[in-house]
């Protein structure tokens, strides 16, 4: 189970965060670690000294450009905030979300993403709102700003507790095709299409989006969908475009 | 509750670790921080740069020659320790210790110190011998050993959780009204709507209905939408009715 929860950072600008992320992750036994558009050397002496013989984890590293390539195939993605922004989010506790992962990672083919943000002012809207969820460790209001290394020790905590309570600790089983959840991609594609739709049928201006996108997003990725259910989705999306390009 | 725990930091070497601690315990909000016997100047310039704000702990902290002198009003001593050595002592897990606390501490003259050794060789036996418990973090068996601000972390998050699980912590707020659930009813009607549109759209043939609206039921319902969300539904419902309307 463990192996298959991906710790993802955003723009990190020290790189004794980044060996301070993988110091933590190896004490709780994880080791999939993606770097997004790191702001700094992620390699460094100061690495090698806060990751203190954990610094294997950062040389297998994937650095890449964006969150959608760190999390392409993930079923779960959940973004660690200090609050939802504009638009609410579904918010889980720390403790909420690993007693999750155990039925989360049930299929072998599930992936879960933990995302954080840059140092000094964490995730984007945009980024959020590509979260199925948002974690907030609880924090003293008036100082509630983690170190990133710190809060990666938190949840990987939380994760390797759920491990070690859940049943039947690493025997994946397999989910049946049909209710296979959607991946990150599968749902980017649908988001897609159905901005591409709504704006055919004259409900939706980009121009003038007053969080209609957002909010479709936050409904559906409550949902969970799995993939069957957001074919059928694609396919409705299809029959309206033809309906209307049928008579345009 | 939080004000009667002590964070006991033994024969520390590296300032940095100290700084570390004072962030991860005003993150946490506990104030009182004892330092034994340092092998360090505790206030240096990475200590500050490490407490990254939380540094007045540090200024505040009393440090002394031995443990004794540092935990002599406390009720409750618990050390942290990877494993008993000589003798096999009561041994907690972190969650343990921290549903114990409300109670431990319910008495305004109790008082509780965790209690944390030396980076390279953590508590003497001596040492460990002065607590009541010793706390064990779950770790990776091939990698066990903890930064020590990380250490403090976790047991600090433990113990701000149990803090705020406590029966007079602060009660969350209610849920503002435009996040109200949808009704059953509610429910209902945006169902018979977007059956009435699929119809329309040439997707749905309720001849042959192939469990679809099911489908979409339990998608939906999963969702737990809220009413405002499925305001928006339906009025993307009603824009594709009215193209298809407009051209037949």
Known sequence: MLERIRIVLIGTSHPGNIGGTARAMHNMGLSDLALVAPRCEPLTADTVSRASGADHI???????????????????VV???????????????????????PAELASS????ALVFGREDSGLSNAELQ???????????PDFSSLNLAAAVQVLAYECRLAWLEAPHADVPSETPADQALASH??????????????????FHDPATPKQLMARLRRFTLRARPER??????????????????RHD
């Open 109 to 112: 083919e599930a992936r879960v």
């Open 79 to 101: 973004g660690a905030s200090a609050r939802s922004r504009t638009l609410p989010w579904p918010m889980i506790t720390p403790r909420a979300l690993a007693e999750r992962l």
């Open 130 to 140: 590509r979260c199925h969820a948002h974690v907030n460790i609880p924090t003293n």
């Open 228 to 245: 069957t259910e957001l074919n059928i989705l694609r396919g409705i999306l299809t029959a309206t475009e033809q309906q209307v390009e």
């Open 58 to 76: 950062v040389h297998d590293a994937r650095t890449v450009e964006t969150l959608e390539q760190a999390v392409t195939d993930c079923t779960l």
């Open 185 to 202: 991609q599968e749902l980017e594609r649908y988001f897609e299409h159905l901005e591409r739709t709504l704006v055919t049928i004259g």
